[in-house]
């Protein structure tokens, strides 16, 4: 999979219909770092701009670093958000230019050495970095057969998920229980940020209230997940079931998220 094109059929949907970041996160991101229309960030793999915008409605100028062409052209405007073609590894952004970077959904994509080092570069002395994931929870039943259903429909491709290679690593040299492994097993590997030093880690509870339309949208946002044909046919199918079975009485189901958040700061000095 190419990271760059990945989501580049799906990037109308993934504007549509991927969830935002509850406001408690956000606020978490932004705690101690002063007042939001003195803060600048850089949002890097900013995608159709989702998080960029919510910093941004805070009152904060934001630079949304992406590389893919589509992405960027399916974000919505916003006075304060400059879309930049980049990325990770090479921002283009000048030395000491921002005093956040953010990876919303991102950072699993990056070369971790190089992109940590470029942020390291950008970001002024006191800046701090924050990543952040919407991930499923599981323990959710209707979003874990939700998932089950994306999973039997995604493509077939030659290199295993990034979350199984991540998972299998962690169970074989960590030798977690399944629990742990459950709970931390993809976040462990981002334990080691090269040229910072964590502060702090945080989980939120997310919710994502969608109709029909909004649940195969939501479906269609992933990037391995058939658009026509058979298998979209047949997702469509699964998803009316499970919608039909699941729905509250205003025509609504929830899919459920932990929001993860890592944040760190530079290191003063360079190893």
């Known amino acids: 999979m190419n990271p760059l094109t990945y989501f580049s059929d799906a990037?109308?949907?993934?504007?549509?219909?991927?969830?935002?970041?509850?406001?408690?996160?956000?606020?978490?991101?932004?705690?101690?770092?002063?007042?939001?229309?003195?803060i600048v960030a850089a949002d890097i793999g900013a995608g159709t701009g989702i998080a960029s915008r919510q910093l941004a409605e805070k009152g904060i100028k934001v630079f949304a670093v992406e590389p893919n062409a589509e992405m960027r052209q399916a974000a919505i405007s916003h006075p304060l958000i400059e879309v930049c073609?980049?990325?990770a590894e090479?921002?283009?952004?000048?030395?000491?230019?921002v005093d956040l970077v953010v990876c919303f959904q991102a950072f699993h994509w990056f070369n971790r050495e190089q992109s940590?080092?470029?942020?390291?570069?950008?970001?002024?002395?006191?800046?701090r970095l924050a990543?952040?994931?919407?991930?499923?929870?599981?323990?959710?039943?209707?979003?874990?057969?939700?998932?089950r259903l994306l999973?039997?429909?995604?493509?077939?491709?030659?290199?295993?998920?990034?979350?199984?290679?991540?998972?299998?690593?962690?169970?074989?040299?960590?030798?977690?229980?399944?629990?742990?492994?459950?709970?931390?097993?993809?976040?462990?590997?981002?334990?080691c940020l090269p040229y910072f030093v964590e502060v702090g880690r945080h989980r939120f509870t997310n919710k994502q209230a969608v109709d029909l339309s909004g649940l195969i949208g939501r479906a269609q946002?992933?990037?391995?997940?058939?658009?026509?044909?058979?298998?979209?046919?047949?997702?469509?199918?699964?998803?009316?079931?499970?919608?039909?079975?699941?729905?509250?009485?205003?025509?609504?189901?929830?899919?459920?998220?932990?929001?993860?958040?890592?944040?760190?700061?530079?290191?003063?000095?360079?190893?």
Do not use: M
């Open 116 to 127: 940590l080092l470029e942020f390291r570069r950008i970001l002024q002395k006191y800046g």
């Open 151 to 191: 999973i039997k429909a995604s493509k077939p491709y030659s290199a295993r998920s990034l979350l199984t290679q991540l998972r299998r690593w962690v169970k074989k040299v960590q030798r977690l229980p399944l629990k742990l492994l459950r709970n931390c097993g993809f976040f462990l590997p981002y334990s």
């Open 11 to 38: 990037a109308a949907d993934y504007a549509k219909y991927r969830p935002t970041y509850p406001e408690v996160a956000i606020d978490k991101v932004l705690e101690g770092l002063g007042l939001p229309c003195q």
């Open 221 to 271: 946002s992933r990037g391995l997940v058939p658009r026509s044909g058979e298998g979209f046919e047949q997702l469509v199918a699964d998803l009316t079931q499970l919608y039909s079975r699941s729905h509250s009485p205003d025509g609504l189901v929830d899919i459920v998220y932990r929001t993860r958040v890592i944040l760190a700061e530079p290191l003063p000095e360079l190893k």
């Open 131 to 147: 990543l952040v994931w919407n991930y499923w929870e599981l323990e959710d039943k209707f979003t874990k057969d939700y998932f």
């Open 85 to 87: 073609d980049g990325t």
């Open 90 to 97: 090479a921002t283009s952004l000048p030395d000491a230019s």
